[in-house]
């Protein structure tokens, strides 16, 4: 018997396994194609097509788009934009988490609703608005309108997430800590944001990613060339009726690489920052 609950257990890590490494795979797939079709050459794509090899690695297509959008002033424009975001929405999310959470102020659950609430709506719904509000503010088509708009929507989310850290934090601690004189400023910069390092580590990695990625804003709100962020370079490459596949593939390329490297660089931040929320 027990020897057949051995195998049996043996059986389901092997499947296990195969499982894991098949969706693996799938999600692998299409950055095999990205990165295979990045060094084709137009006519290697048109003759052999986007699932075989390059005949002859070739970098025209990523310099040809390097050159074309100016990737550079874009690679900072990201960069500035997306860390600005992080920095601020993480101080934000804190300080909004700090009242609801344990400042345990009134109507705190009206408050994380409407947190929760906001950060649903669809950036559609926010077009106009925020649209004329950045050219009421003058502000519109410059990059701080972009990071004012995102730290605010990135802290609806941290704030609901913190909210919920800080409703199970220790307050025997806070209390300790107010018998000898530590007031509310106090006891946030000294006790409470550094027990909570790891999680606002993860918010800072999750906001700097989503804040990269996004499209659609940015895009309303910088319409000058030398303002634009990554992903709005990358959608250049798409007309309307063709398309240069190998370019395509290579701008595709140039814009997953910095987001790549940003989360293997925190990588080990981030499964702390998780951890640390599980052992709670």
């Not at 006519?43 to 390097?66: E, H, M």
């Not at 100016?70 to 997306?82: P, T, V």
């Not at 800080?166 to 409470?192: Q, T």
């Not at 700097?208 to 659609?216: D, G, L, P, S, V």
């Amino acid at each position: 018997m027990k020897q057949y609950r051995t195998s049996l257990e043996s059986l389901k890590k092997i499947a296990a396994a195969i499982l894991v490494s098949i969706v693996l795979l799938i999600m692998l797939f299409p950055f095999y194609i990205v990165f295979i079709n990045a060094f084709k050459t137009p006519a290697d794509y048109a003759q052999y097509g986007p699932l075989t090899w390059p005949r002859l690695f070739s970098f025209n297509g990523i310099i040809s788009f390097w050159q074309r959008v100016d990737f550079s002033n874009k690679l900072i424009n990201s960069f500035a934009i997306s860390f600005s975001v992080a920095i601020i929405g993480v101080l934000l999310s804190l300080l909004n988490a700090y009242a609801l959470g344990l400042g345990r102020i009134k109507g705190r659950i009206v408050f994380l609703v409407l947190f929760v609430v906001a950060n649903t709506l669809p950036h559609e719904a926010l077009v106009y608005p925020l649209y004329y509000l950045a050219k009421l503010l003058k502000i519109y088509d410059r990059q701080i309108a972009v990071i004012i708009v995102f730290s605010v929507i990135q802290s609806a989310f941290g704030t609901y997430l913190l909210s919920s850290v800080f409703a199970s934090f220790p307050r025997d601690i806070l209390e300790a800590a107010e018998v000898d004189g530590c007031g509310k400023m106090k006891n946030l910069l000294y006790i409470v944001a550094p027990i909570s390092m790891p999680t606002l580590s993860v918010l800072f990695t999750f906001f700097f990613i989503w804040t990269w990625n996004e499209f659609f804003l940015p895009l309303i709100l910088l319409i000058s060339n030398h303002r634009q962020t990554v992903p709005i370079a990358i959608s250049v490459t798409q007309g309307q009726h063709n398309m240069d596949a190998t370019m395509a593939s290579a701008s595709a390329l140039l814009g997953i690489l910095p987001c790549l490297l940003f989360f293997f660089l925190f990588q080990r931040t981030l499964t702390k920052g998780i951890t640390a929320g599980s052992i709670k």
